[in-house]
């Protein structure tokens, strides 16, 4: 019961608080707009153009298709583009078969203490350097590697396979540093799932199989479309791993672009390359933004 001293005591009154000096500039959020705004198109946008400019002009400045046209009735570029698509696309899906079932795991896990656990194991990626990564698995995929020893010693082969400077090694060393991308992206979109949803569908009958089916992976769906859109489009352009793990039989556009502006100083033919990714990119994101519009659960991410 409430006491009647309690009830006799006057409300507090709360002051509001009152605009502080910057919000009364007029424009301010025309500026805070703008500041970005000129950020994004000074440092990205201008030289994106600048370097596209090249790959479709000659020598002397003059508009030309020469260079695009050289890629595309060149089967060696074509060549490259299928490598760098078909890597891409590994990465994502392996990346993807990892990543889901941790997040699921996470997220029905009642321990505090162990979800933190799978949390940092998961971060560990972001805490050690790219090419301190890269160098590790040029250690363990050699012939002499740890790999090739283990499965020797376990008699599942009888000499060391090739690993290193492959398209398989290429994709390991990818998986590795891109997985946290996908494993983040699933486990957010998880973790606003309601887990009432689990027991409302035990409670009527439903097997956990069928309920992960029926709740748990179509409201899982924007978390991996966007997890794979992220990790796809990284990979297209990704250089360090593929030019330190894989071969020159199996090179992808980000080894041929830093050939030919380190190298052979050909900046048109790099231009060129260049733009013919980025259209790539565009392609690929514009098609799931039609595919997936109207969605209904898909069509907040797209």
């Known amino acids: 019961m409430i006491d ?3 009830e006799k005591q006057p409300i507090r009154s709360y002051s509001v608080p009152t605009p502080g000096l910057f919000t009364k500039i007029p424009g301010l959020k025309w500026l805070l707009a703008i500041i970005p705004l000129a950020y994004v198109v000074v440092l990205l946008l201008y030289p994106m153009i600048e370097l596209f400019k090249l790959g479709i002009a000659d020598s002397s400045g003059a508009f030309t298709l020469e260079h695009m046209q050289h890629i595309f009735t060149n089967k060696v570029y074509l060549d490259v583009i299928w490598i760098t698509l078909k890597i891409s696309f590994l990465v994502t899906v392996i990346s993807l078969l990892i990543s889901y079932p941790i997040a699921y795991l996470l997220i029905r896990i009642e321990s505090n203490l162990w979800k933190n656990m799978i949390l940092a194991l998961a971060m560990i990626p972001f805490w050690i350097s790219l090419l301190v990564r890269t160098f590790s698995w040029i250690v363990m995929l050699q012939d002499q590697g740890v790999i090739n020893q283990a499965l020797m010693a376990l008699g ?5 396979i090739k690993l290193l400077y492959t398209t398989t090694g290429v994709v390991i060393g990818m998986v590795h540093v891109l997985y946290p991308f996908m494993f ?5 979109v998880m973790k606003g799932i309601d887990q009432r949803l689990y027991q409302a ?9 069928a309920a992960f089916f029926q709740i748990n992976f179509p ?5 991996i479309l966007a997890g794979s859109l992220l990790v796809f489009v990284m990979s297209l352009g990704f250089f360090v791993t593929p030019a330190l793990l894989g071969g020159s039989s199996e090179m992808m556009i980000s080894m041929v672009i830093e050939n030919y502006i380190n190298k052979t100083l050909n900046w048109h033919m790099a231009s060129a390359l260049s733009l013919v990714l980025f259209i790539v ?11 997936l519009r109207n969605h209904a659960v898909l069509k907040d991410v797209t």
Request: net charge negative; aromatic share 8%.
């Open 201 to 209: 569908a035990e409670g009527l009958g439903a097997r956990p199989i």
């Open 184 to 188: 983040f992206s699933l486990y957010s």
């Open 219 to 223: 409201l899982s769906l924007p978390g």
């Open 4 to 6: 009647a001293k309690q």
């Open 281 to 291: 990119t565009i392609v690929i994101l514009g098609l799931a933004f039609l595919v």
């Open 156 to 160: 599942i082969i009888d000499e060391p």
